[in-house]
Nanobody, 126 residues
Framework: QEQVAESGGGLVQSGGSLRLSCAYSGFTLDYYAIGWFRQAPGKEREGVACFKGSDGSSYYADSVKGRFTVSRDNRKNMVYLQMNNLKPEDTAVYYC???????????????????WGQGTQVTVSS
């Protein structure tokens, strides 16, 4: 059974950094995509990044491009979201999710994702 669980959220000042972790189990990442999403109060869930397990490529929303970076550690079954130069508008609950990416879409659309973590709060103070 595919499972993902994120951790690493917290409170940080504007301009600071955080690294979120997504622990995955029950599947081989080579055939899956890992998506990072966030949801602020009163807003829809937004896809911020997608990591394609088949080739290690990543795709980012314009709002985080150049500030957020996804990486993987195969030995630990972990995918990370490094967030730099954080802004108050980055405040949200962050989720990682996964789906079997047979066609290599690596989408940031919630529609594609079957398995979700419980979320971790990121708060950026001004």
């Amino acid at each position: 059974q595919e499972q993902v669980a994120e951790s690493g959220g917290g409170l940080v000042q504007s301009g600071g950094s955080l690294r979120l972790s997504c622990a995955y189990s029950g599947f081989t990442l080579d055939y899956y995509a890992i998506g990072w999403f966030r949801q602020a109060p009163g807003k829809e869930r937004e896809g911020v990044a997608c990591f394609k397990g088949s080739d290690g490529s990543s795709y980012y929303a314009d709002s985080v491009k150049g500030r957020f970076t996804v990486s993987r550690d195969n030995r630990k079954n972990m995918v990370y979201l490094q967030m730099n130069n954080l802004k108050p508008e980055d405040t949200a609950v962050y989720y990682c999710a996964t789906f079997q990416d047979i066609k290599g879409y690596c989408s940031r659309d919630v529609y594609y994702y079957d398995y979700w973590g419980q979320g971790t709060q990121v708060t950026v103070s001004s």
